[in-house]
């Protein structure tokens, strides 16, 4: 029999998991298997969970069932029966994916039994399940098994044990599936006693595991041995069992909770690193993220230290982000420099403690920079200039720059490249530098668009196709080994010129911010340039991958700057573009977005992880899947996310109850307050669990809600959204403010405004100049710029600009901001910004020539010859040799041409005038067989002088390769036209012209495009005609006129009106219109009354300007008497109409209305009703298709006319009037609102305008009306309009909605209030709150609650304000609930109550309260001095006694000088700091600081010159330092030093001189005869001189009296044999160079009889004087 698939491709890997003897020993079990209808089933399904933790379960219940496994593998191998069991239970685990065993089966020989339906058992936990992907289907491996024979004897027991052992892990493990089932009672019970057990034991995590398995094991054991039948379960049964077994494990653990919260002591536990921080070492500019894991009970609260100071996020935002989540808590500091080198602590803290654990970031800096945490670890001792290269050469690098990249302008579409020579000294063969491109500062990695390249000595960065993306701040930086250097310049990028004129400019930067299998959502900015006219929308194009085939995604154009695609085919990947549309048309499309796949991002997570199908080690024989399913339950969480004009984003989590098999959705939509809910996508069911909806009526409310459906059928809908209103949600931005240019370069100037305000979504802001008074804007930026400053390049020196500003989001560009303030172009004092940075521009005329600086090209509509040149025929198509023409080529002649024709510059401008800038925009007007007429623009600058000519040049282009120029004109031309004849026909001409003034010839133009010189057919169009003049008045009239029979070569694209007084020459023609109408007619405003005029019209086209047409007039502005003008009416029923009456009509005149000079005759939107002499227009529905001019003209009269314009504005106006007159209101005041009164008492109240005497009240509860009651207290003040109802106090049933209806006669009004929820209780608080201040008060109370303040003292005074007192009125303060003795009774005069602590430290911290009371009740106050309150207290008290420390002093010591403050008393939280000469002290054994009572001092032992200087000692409050400052150098130090000097010589000779230690007692007293022994140990440095004296006389040593002094420190006295003699006062003088010491003793010699007798004699004396 052929094997499986699976089997086949991974034998290699089964066989390192399987014994042969053991695969043929299973076998003869799987025989005998058939007889117990025992079938096996298995399922396997992608865990979240890591292998690790796979084979620590696995290895637990191996540890835990061992000592079991020995214990009852003899009772398994004494019955067979019980070993079969036993096999088959053992293949039962297998087929559930219990891989920790070696015991894992090849083949199977049996037969699969019938497909029962029946639960999978999964290995994914609950939450785990919901993670996965909806749809997503388990992979399932089918397979059959195989007979397998040939068992021995010998191996029949080692199979039993195996099979004994799988046995007892698989009754642990599995909770479903095969189960035994007794027919006797006592069965039944072992069985529900080993459920409940395993339970139990599940939940008690303090019993011992082996005891857990060994339990479960003969609790299974007992189960096989009384078991007689056996029998097969259906699911239904499996099922519920499962639940019955689930629900009593659910009441165990809700037990077990319950009986440990009521001893919640001992859940308790203070916090403890898991994972403590750890340091890290990082680069500069980089940023880092220190992670720390914590437990503890309640969950402690992390703060995060640097350098002992507690880290505040606000305080610099975006440079740290702290977070803390799901146990895990992370700092993250960005863009890291010098001065991050710190230690950073984190601090956790409960109610059981606190605990920190510490981390040091280090940050390097590049260029071998000193650091000292280098040197202080010992890892480095070479000079500091120097670094190590990876080839171990231990050198210094310098890196230049030359032949530099400056600040570039180039265009859509073309080519350019960055580079320069990159030099490095010395130069290290084979070790190369690391080139790394930013664009800013974001690296650049090569790509299609941009490539880089290092030849060994030039760095270079390759534009292949430039786009608007690639406009930006461009950085090179070169590293050498631990040295680096950077040089960086900005890139401008203009609009390509657009293929239709006033198209708007492409997007730039569309990105996918979200994809799954429905749709992705497309995102992108839009353009500076909008061609002259406002964006309508944006169309986006999509193309599959691999193809080249672009299709349209919407049908109408999309203002909101992101859009979601449809549409789309699961798995495949896909490109976007966008394109803008205006009036004119739809411009060039954006560069395409990266491909993105529609795929779910669970999905791929999952394909990114692993392969699609990945290899588990163990093969899972299966059943099919059950053939019936079930219905699945609603889905839950549904939102809306997003919410647009154009459409809506709904979001939701799949249902709990799914079934088996992959489920899909079905949206549906309703409008708000019905309930016809209408299914959205019944053809096309979504996938995914988010959706994007179109098709909405905008400004309307839907809701939404979604069904599951799968095979089995639908599920039944999710609970509906809220109320959703179709429409933008995000607001275009505020306009920016504070426009400010101030100079930089001699091209540029520095822009910086006022950022928009509440702006949501900010993408940046387009810059725009404009020279002064040209009216003429340019873009400084094609991409948005983030912040509030740039820089604008380009610019002409010497010309004055005026600059604004505009932001944009997705919604839309804001509008303008205000023009700035003139500015002339010029450097500013001082050098401007760093050439490094932003280079200046070449100051030659063509240096600029071809990319026009970064400001571009308006496309303005022009009058008279700027029409005319600024024209683009539609001329025939060139050969292709023309056409190829390279732009390089091109580019070349243009810089050769410069040469020639620029002449040298002048040394002396005539009265600051300069030559013109270079004419533009070269067009041919007319070609005939041997000329052509050639236009053109005037220069932008004209240099402050009239142009006086211009110089035209020409060249034969053939074959693409251009010729040499010739003159085609000596005399200068005056006009911006010149006709060049003598041409030969079919030969392809360049152009260049330049501009002369008085001050000098201009630098040429740039090189035109390749003209064709052959004949052409007219091209500009014929004169309009029908002129006719209407609504004359005194300084006004309307021109009419239709369109030339000849529109030439293209269409009519507008028309130029010019006028003149009647009796004026023909050289005073005058135009009104600087840019074409397109409208047929024209309202002439600023006529002088009286004068009579004459007016002509010009059609104009691509081509040009065509003949004017025949005059019109002469026509005399004046109002005529009587004349009427049409009046705007709105009625009592809101209808909108517009009036006329005419005095003057005949018989046969006729009223005829129309609308922008259209006759309104078939309008659906209209109604005319004319009736004598007067004539009414009807709106039917006023709105925004409605704005315009209406005009009514009467016929057979003398020009009788009148007209009205509608605006937004006055739409809006009218509308509102129409409203105010069909729905009459109240006017209102005050809207209803809630007030509480001082009793806790609640007062409603409105006011109206006015109330007239018949006005009446409604007041509705909950929508029911409430009358004046007990409960209800109503006013109406009719006088002053106010309303007012008043309720005693708020209770539960009062939660609801409160109205006031009005009427007034015809008018109405109503005002609402809503007290619901958190509103109402909050309101309910506040009346409770009131009502218990208004009863505290009729007490003792206090006015101001305890504060604390700090005294000049530095002592800490608790203070409060009472009122309401007398004398009876006692005060009684407690701290933690302890009473505080008071010695001093409290006399309330001032109503101050006050307690003085001095010496505030820690061991006051805590809890004080203070209660005042007497008969009347009481009232008490409380202040909570911990943790954050004490360490406020804190810090304002060691400012106080910073604050009190004295000046800092000298004082010379013994050991060295000493530096010296008082303060009034110090304490552990004031942080002390010294400083010299500005750098921090480090402490050590010679300079040491410390405090002694209320001194703070700071020790120098063994002063050194180096120790001269500034002393500064800080004192650290918590917020601020507070200095002392004190000189150590001049005379203060040679003072200090000598008095050292002094008191270190007394020190050393009172230390070094001699003395006597000890050893001779003060008096001696012997008996005569006895000899007498006396030593004394004497000191000094040298060794002293030892004398003795006796009575003051100098006593030399003999036989009798031996005086002996040995080795300079010990002496002896020895008197042999001594006598009365011998009594007397002894002295021992010890000397040396350092002094003298004397130490005397008295001898005392007495006799024993003398001492007899004399006692007798005492004695006898004694017994007389008693006599």
């Known amino acids: 029999m052929s094997l499986p698939f699976y089997q086949r491709s991974h034998q290699h890997y089964d066989l390192s998991y399987r014994n042969k003897d053991l695969r043929t020993t299973v076998s003869h079990y799987q025989r005998e298997k058939k007889r117990s209808a025992i079938y096996t089933q298995g399922s396997t399904a992608y865990s979240s969970r890591s292998s690790a933790a796979h084979r620590q379960e696995s290895q637990a219940f191996r540890q835990a069932s061992a000592s079991s496994f020995q214990q009852q593998a003899s009772q398994y191998a004494l019955s067979s029966e019980v070993s079969r069991k036993a096999a088959s239970a053992y293949d039962y685990g297998s087929s559930h994916g219990l891989t920790d065993s070696s015991l894992l089966l090849d083949d199977y020989s049996s037969k699969l039994s019938p497909k029962p339906k029946r639960a999978k058992h999964s290995l994914l936990s609950g939450k785990e399940k919901e993670n996965l992907p909806s749809d997503y289907m388990v992979p399932i491996f089918s397979g059959r098994q195989k007979h397998v024979s040939g068992i021995t004897d010998r191996e029949e027991e080692r199979i039993k044990e195996a099979a004994a052992y799988i046995a007892q892990r698989n009754l642990l493990a599995s909770e479903e599936g095969i189960t035994t089932s007794k027919q006797s009672t006592a069965s039944k019970q072992t069985t529900a006693s080993k459920q409940s057990m395993a339970s139990k034991q599940s939940t008690a995590s303090k019993q011992s595991m082996a005891s857990r398995q060994s339990m479960v094991s003969k609790q299974a054991t007992s189960t096989l041995q009384q078991e007689e039948t056996s029998e097969k379960k259906s699911r239904k049964v499996v099922i519920r069992e499962k639940a019955e077994h689930l629900s009593l494990r659910k009441t165990l653990e809700e037990t077990e909770a319950y009986h440990a919260k009521l001893n919640e002591d001992h859940l308790l536990h203070a916090p403890e690193f898991i994972i403590k921080p750890r340091s890290h070492t990082v680069w500069e500019k980089e940023k880092v993220k220190l992670h720390c894991s914590i437990a503890g009970w309640p969950e402690p609260r992390v703060t995060w230290y640097k350098n002992q100071v507690p880290i505040n996020v606000h305080a610099n935002p975006g440079k740290y982000i702290i977070e803390s989540r799901y146990g895990m808590h992370t700092l993250e500091i960005n863009a890291c420099d010098f001065e991050d080198t710190a230690q950073y602590r984190a601090s956790a803290m409960n109610v059981k403690g606190e605990l920190s654990a510490y981390a040091s970031v280090v940050v390097k800096r590049y260029k071998g920079e000193f650091d000292e945490t280098r040197f202080h670890a010992g890892a480095s001792t070479m000079p500091l200039s120097f670094g190590v290269t990876p080839y171990g050469y231990a050198s210094k690098f310098e890196i230049h720059f030359d032949d530099k990249f400056d600040v570039s302008f180039g265009r859509e579409g073309e080519t350019m490249s960055l580079g320069c020579r990159v030099v490095i000294t010395p130069e290290i063969k084979h070790f190369q530098p690391e080139i790394q491109w930013y664009r800013n500062g974001v690296p650049l990695s090569p790509s299609k668009w941009v490539q880089t390249l290092w030849s060994g000595e030039r760095a270079t960065l390759t534009f292949s196709h430039l786009n608007k993306e690639d406009e930006g701040l461009y950085t090179i930086r070169v590293r050498m080994g631990e040295y680096y250097e950077q040089y960086s310049a900005y890139v401008f990028v203009r609009d390509a010129d657009a293929e239709i004129e006033g198209a708007p400019a492409a997007p730039l930067d569309v990105k996918c911010l979200e994809a799954n299998k429905d749709y992705i959502i497309i995102s992108w900015k839009q353009p500076a340039v909008d061609g002259g006219s406002p964006i309508l929308g944006y169309f986006i194009d999509k193309c599959e991958v691999g193809t080249d085939s672009w299709s349209q995604c919407n049908d109408t154009p999309v203002k909101f700057a992101r859009f979601p695609v449809t549409g789309l085919i699961e798995g495949r990947s896909y490109i976007f573009r966008v394109r803008a549309v205006n009036k004119t048309g739809i411009g060039f499309p954006s560069r395409v977005s990266e491909p993105v796949a529609a795929l779910d991002p669970a999905e791929k997570a999952r394909l990114k992880s692993r392969p699609s199908a990945p290899w588990t080690g163990q093969i899972i024989v299966t059943e099919e899947e059950p053939s019936e399913g079930i219905v699945p339950g609603p889905p839950t969480d549904l939102c809306v996310t997003e919410a647009t004009r154009s459409y809506v984003v709904l979001s939701w989590k799949p249902p709990g109850q799914r079934g088996h098999e992959g489920i899909m959705y079905f949206v549906e939509k309703c409008e708000a307050g019905t309930e016809n809910w209408q299914r959205v996508n019944t053809e096309l069911p979504v996938k995914s669990p988010r959706f994007a909806l179109f098709d909405l009526a905008e400004g309307k409310s839907y809701c939404f809600r979604v069904r599951c459906s799968n095979s089995a059928g639908v599920g039944e809908p999710s609970e509906a959204t809220e109320v959703t209103v179709v429409g933008d949600k995000l607001d275009i931005p505020k306009a920016p403010g504070k426009i400010i240019p101030s100079r930089n370069t001699d091209t540029s100037v520095v822009v ?916």
């Open 752 to 1667: 910086s405004w006022e950022e928009s305000k509440d702006a949501k979504e900010l993408v940046g802001y387009y810059i725009e100049a404009s020279v002064a008074g040209s009216g003429k804007w340019e873009p400084c930026n094609n991409n948005p710029v983030k912040g509030s400053r740039f820089t604008c390049h380009g610019l002409v020196t010497g010309q004055s600009y005026i600059f604004r500003v505009r932001a944009v989001n997705a919604a839309g560009l804001s509008e303008y901001s205000q023009d700035s303030e003139a500015i002339e172009v010029k450097a500013a004092i001082g050098g401007g910004v760093s050439p490094d940075v932003c280079p200046a521009l070449s100051d030659e005329p063509g240096g600029l020539t071809a990319s026009r600086g970064c400001v571009h090209e308006a496309s303005p509509p022009t009058f008279q010859k700027d029409a005319l040149l600024g024209s683009k025929p539609n001329k025939p198509s060139l050969p292709s040799s023309s056409q190829n023409l390279s732009k390089t080529e091109v580019s070349k002649v243009s810089e050769t041409v410069q040469e020639e024709l620029t002449p040298p510059p002048q040394k002396a401008a005539l009265q600051g005038k300069t030559p013109p800038s270079p004419p533009c925009d070269i067009t041919c007007l007319e070609s005939f067989r041997d000329s052509m007429v050639l236009g053109w623009k005037q220069p932008d600058k004209i240099g402050g002088a009239e142009i006086t000519g211009y110089y035209v040049n020409y060249r034969e282009v053939i074959d693409g390769v251009p010729g040499k120029w010739r003159e085609a004109n000596v005399k200068a031309v005056s006009e911006e036209a010149y006709k060049i004849s003598n041409l030969k026909e079919n030969m392809v001409y360049q152009f260049q012209v330049a501009a002369m003034n008085m001050a000098g010839l201009g630098a040429p133009s740039a090189v035109s495009e390749c003209f064709k010189c052959e004949e052409w057919t007219i091209a500009v169009p014929g004169p309009p005609h029908s002129l006719k003049c209407s609504e004359v008045r005194k300084d006004s009239l309307v021109l009419h006129w239709k369109p030339p029979v000849h529109s030439g070569r293209t269409p009519v694209t507008g028309y130029f009106v010019d006028l003149k007084e009647a009796k004026a020459k023909e050289d005073q023609w005058r135009g009104l219109n600087e840019a074409a109408i397109k409208n047929m007619y024209l309202k002439v405003r600023g006529l002088k009354e009286g004068v009579s005029y004459v007016f002509r019209v010009r059609a104009i086209n691509q081509a040009g300007v065509g003949k004017p047409s025949d005059l019109a007039g002469p026509v005399v502005a004046e109002t005529r008497p009587g004349t009427k003008e049409v009046v705007v009416n709105v009625d009592d029923d809101g209808v909108i109409s517009l009036n006329f009456e005419c005095d003057k009509m005949t018989p046969k005149s006729e009223f005829s209305w129309s609308k922008d000079y259209v006759s309104t005759e078939d309008s659906p939107r209209l109604e005319v009703e004319s009736k004598g002499n007067k004539t009414k227009m009807t709106f039917k529905d006023l709105g925004m298709d409605d704005l315009g001019i209406y005009s009514c003209d009467v016929t057979d009269t003398d020009g009788i006319a009148s007209s009205y314009l509608i605006d937004e504005e006055e739409l809006k106006r009218l509308l509102a009037l129409s409203h105010d007159h069909k729905f009459p209101t109240v006017p209102v005041k005050s809207e209803l609102a809630v007030e509480i009164l001082e009793k806790g008492q609640v007062r409603f109240w409105m006011q109206a305008e006015k109330l007239s005497g018949n006005a009446k009240v409604n007041y509705i509860f909950n929508e029911k009306e409430i009358f004046e009651g007990p409960k209800y207290k109503m006013h109406i003040d009719r006088n002053t309009g106010i309303i007012e109802m008043f309720m005693e106090k708020l209770q539960d049933e009062d939660e609801g909605t409160y109205t006031f209806q009005l009427q007034d006669g015809k008018a109405t009004n109503h005002s609402t209030v809503v007290l619901i929820g958190d509103v109402f209780k909050k309101l309910q608080k506040e009346t409770e709150f009131q009502r218990q201040e208004w009863i505290r008060k009729q007490g003792p109370h206090f006015v101001e609650y305890l504060s604390w303040e700090v005294t000049g003292e530095c002592n800490v005074l608790l203070k409060c304000k009472v009122a309401n007192i007398k004398k009876e009125t006692h005060i009684v303060w407690y701290k933690d609930e302890r009473e505080i003795s008071v010695d001093e009774k409290h006399d309330f005069k001032d109503g101050i109550c006050t307690l003085l602590i001095t010496e505030f430290s820690k061991k006051d911290a805590g809890i004080y309260e203070v209660i005042l009371k007497d008969d009347r009740g009481k009232d008490k106050s409380r202040l909570k001095l911990v943790d954050e309150a004490f360490k406020e207290l804190m810090t304002e008290v060691c400012k106080k006694i910073a604050l009190s420390a004295t000046d800092l002093k000298i004082q010379s010591t013994a050991e060295g000088i000493r530096l010296y403050s008082f303060v009034t008393y110090y304490v552990e939280d004031l942080k002390v700091n010294w400083s010299h000469n500005g750098t921090a002290i480090r402490y050590s054994d010679r300079v040491k600081t410390g405090v002694t009572g209320e001194q703070i001092w700071l020790q120098i032992n063994e002063p050194t010159p180096n120790d001269k200087g500034k002393y500064v000692m800080e004192l650290f409050d918590g917020k601020t330092g507070h200095q002392k400052t004190v000189d150590l150098s001049g005379q203060a130090y040679d003072e200090a030093y000598a008095e050292f000097q002094r008191l270190k010589q007394a020190a050393i000779a009172e230390k070094n001189r001699a003395r006597v230690l000890g050893g001779l007692p003060d008096v001696v007293t012997i008996q005569e005869g006895k000899a007498l022994n006396l030593t004394c140990n004497v000191w000094g440095d040298p060794p002293p001189e030892v004398s003795w004296l006796k009575n003051e006389k100098a006593l030399a040593s003999d036989d009798h009296c031996n005086l002996k002094f040995e080795a300079g420190k010990t002496a002896y006295f020895t008197i042999n044999g001594v006598s009365t003699a011998d009594s007397g006062k002894y002295g021992l003088v010890v000397k040396n160079k350092y002094g003298s010491e004397t130490s005397d003793f008295t001898v005392s010699v007495f006799i024993p009889e003398e001492e007899a007798r004399m006692a007798a004699l005492e004695s006898l004396k004694g017994g007389k004087k008693a006599k």
